[in-house]
Each structure stands twice: as C-alpha cells, then as structure tokens.
C-alpha cells in the first residue's frame, strides 16, 4: 500500500521560511519522479515543481522559481520543498504525488500516487 504523508505545513509571515517533507512507503521511492502541487481555495490543483528520480533534475513553476527548492533523500524515502520568501499567493493545501518513471512532469494527470495535504497559509 502506497503511502505519501505531508508535513512541515502551517502559518508563516509573508517574507518567511517553511520547509515541506513528504515521507513515502510501500513504494520503490528511488525509482518514482515526486513533485509538489498546490490548491488554494476555489481555485484548481497547480503544479509548484518536481523532481526526477535521482534528484539530478528539477522541473518548477515560473511562481516558484527562485524561492522555491525541490530536493529528495532516496536512503530516507523523503521529498522536500523548501519555500523562502512566501507570499499570500502561496497559501493553499500542498500536496506530494508520484509518478512512474523518472521524468518530472507538470500535469497532475501524469502523477498516480498522491498524499493527503498539508495546509500552508501566509499571513500578509
């Protein structure tokens, strides 16, 4: 049974750090491309960035780009995204998903495997 649990999410200051960790099992992790998506009130999923399988590529948002960082621990099953400089426009539920196959995909629709969320919300 494959499992993607989000965590790191809550209320930061705009201008602030907050570092996402999704902890994936019952999946050959080193082996998936993961990304990060996000859903704000009312609004559609939208990709945020991802990263292949060995870490050695990443895929991001124009939003995203430069105060964003994707990265992976394969000997830890881990996912990361650490997000500096945050805005208002960032809040929304931040998911992990993954996707056989090692390319970093921006479509939702490309991604089989998906946590539950965790809630992130900037305060201006």
């Known amino acids: 049974q494959v499992q993607l649990v989000e965590s790191g999410g809550g209320l930061v200051q705009a201008g602030g750090s907050l570092r996402l960790s999704c902890a994936a099992s019952g999946l050959s992790f080193s082996s998936y491309a993961m990304g990060w998506f996000r859903q704000a009130l009312g609004k559609e999923r939208e990709f945020v960035a991802a990263?292949?399988?060995?870490?050695?590529?990443?895929n991001y948002a124009d939003s995203a780009k430069g105060r964003f960082t994707i990265s992976r621990d394969n000997a830890k099953n881990t996912l990361y995204l650490q997000m500096k400089s945050v805005e208002p426009e960032d809040t929304g539920v931040y998911y992990c998903?993954?996707?056989?196959?090692?390319?970093?995909?921006?479509?939702?629709?490309?991604?089989?495997?998906w946590g539950q969320g965790t809630q992130v919300t900037v305060s201006s």
């Open positions: 998903a993954s996707r056989g196959g090692g390319v970093p995909r921006r479509s939702p629709s490309e991604y089989k495997y």
């Open positions: 990263i292949s399988w060995s870490g050695s590529t990443t």
